[in-house]
């Protein structure tokens, strides 16, 4: 039976009951922690998952009794720094753990001061020290697996080798068996990513549920607005709504797979428009409960 602790919402028990020896003990659990990609959305007090009046400020602790974990978007946006990083978590609940973005100044910016800027990143990043998930490297869509751009990537895996790391891709040439076996090598998880099918888009990356590191797997769920996803347009691209329908056939699809070759989990909804983000993953976390007893 799944068990969701009171004390930690968002984050339920998969029992896994066959899991290879890499992973654990026959009858061991993995835990899987649900949440969102940012939090502090000015439309999600319109939207009603945050009180009318809601300031920025009181979000996080708002967010972590629904939550147990929240990836930062704003360290993409700019560079991190431990002074308000330190006073974020001054009001975060004592359960939240975090992924924080690489900055897109070493992603999709790349500039040939990228070890300065990963120096400032990683001073930034210090206050989180034992609640870090992971940091995400989300790579754009024409970082292909071209020689230069390999080189650069194990470059910046070295200098994050201490941390523990999540690469999503977005060009296809990285679905590749090598690739996945030099991410195990480094003990560095693949993000699984879930996005619309989009057949006339070619060189996407595919929906895949590979575990690269047994001690985590990493889910996205970016919606799949398919018009939305061919406009360019931001809050037409994440705007999509989950059914219960699609999150169980998830579920039942790939997370059993996931969670029998990983010590622990986290899942993460991007489709932030109108809090349909915060809203799947309240029903996720009541799904992998179902699922787990047998009811998905």
């Known amino acids: 039976m799944a068990r969701e602790s009171s004390e930690v919402p968002g984050r339920v028990e998969i029992p896994c009951p066959s899991a290879p020896d890499r992973a654990g003990q026959p009858g061991r659990v993995c835990p899987v922690y649900v949440g969102t990609c940012g939090y502090s959305y000015t439309e999600w007090v319109d939207s009603g998952f945050y009180p009318e009046g809601t300031k920025s400020k009181a979000m996080l602790g708002l967010y972590g009794r629904s939550f147990s974990v929240v990836e930062l978007n704003y360290t993409w946006y700019q560079m991190a720094r431990a002074e308000p990083l330190a006073r974020m978590l001054e009001g975060a609940p004592a359960h939240l753990r975090f992924a924080a973005k690489l900055t897109r100044t070493m992603t999709h910016e790349r500039d040939n001061n ?54 999503e891709f977005r060009h296809h040439s990285w679905a590749a068996d090598p690739v996945f076996a030099e991410l195990e090598r480094r003990r560095v998880t693949l993000v699984a990513v879930d996005a619309p099918a989009l057949p006339g888009f070619a060189g996407l990356f595919p929906a895949l549920d590979v575990v690269t590191n ?44 996931m969670a029998r070759q990983a010590g622990m989990g986290v899942l993460l909804f991007n489709n932030h428009v109108r809090a349909q983000a915060a809203q799947n993953g309240l029903r996720l976390v009541e799904i992998l409960g179902e699922f787990s007893q047998g009811g998905g």
Do not use: T
């Not at 001073?123 to 071209?146: M, N, T």
């Not at 799949?224 to 994440?238: C, D, I, L, P, V």
């Open 214 to 257: 047994p001690a985590l797997f990493y889910g996205r769920f970016h919606g799949r607005n398919r018009e939305g996803w061919r406009s360019g347009n931001m809050q037409k691209k994440f705007n999509y709504n989950y059914s219960g329908d699609e999150l169980r056939a998830w579920c039942e699809g790939h997370l059993l797979a």
């Open 114 to 167: 990228w070890r300065e800027q990963l120096a400032l990143y990683r001073q930034g990043i210090a206050p989180l020290r034992e609640r870090l998930v992971a940091v995400l490297i989300q790579l754009p869509p024409d970082f292909d697996r071209s020689l230069a751009n390999r080189s650069y990537l194990a470059a910046l895996l070295d200098g994050l080798h201490d941390l523990p790391v999540a690469v």
